[in-house]
């Protein structure tokens, strides 16, 4: 149900874009990102009310990355700038039907396949 695009691999410092296309998100009341580095558990990282576009981040990407929707055409993405190798990893988007801003992998009923983010020099 949900497609991401972009990812690939960036210098410590510069910027990439992840994209997630979906259908029927207008029954979902949140969607957003995660990631899960090797070894480490899947981890939030930012959300965005479907409906009304407030969003909501983890500390460790607060003022670094950006979410963003577009309800028309039915996608919505993640602008990353400022990127640490620390923030190498598998990003998900996700989908939730769940209405009290969600941080938690099973509060998300829709998973995107996952697309690899890599920050080294």
């Known amino acids: 149900q949900l497609q991401e695009s972009g990812g690939g691999r960036v210098q410590p410092g510069g910027r990439l874009s992840l994209s997630c296309r979906g259908s029927?998100?207008?029954?979902?009341?949140?969607v957003g990102w995660f990631r899960q580095a090797l070894g480490k558990d899947r981890e939030f990282v930012a959300a965005?009310?479907?409906?009304?576009?407030?969003?909501y981040y983890s500390d460790s990407v607060q003022d670094r990355f950006f979410i963003s929707r577009d309800i028309e055409k039915n996608t919505f993405d993640l602008l990353m700038v400022k990127l640490r190798p620390e923030d190498t990893a598998v990003y998900y988007c996700?989908?939730?039907?769940?209405?009290?801003?969600?941080?938690?992998?099973?509060?998300?009923?829709?998973w995107g396949q996952g697309t690899q983010v890599t920050v080294s020099s």
């Open positions: 965005i009310s479907w409906i009304g576009g407030g969003s």
């Open positions: 996700a989908a939730s039907s769940v209405g009290d801003y969600p941080r938690l992998p099973n509060d998300y009923d829709s």
């Open positions: 029927n998100l207008h029954n979902k009341w949140f």
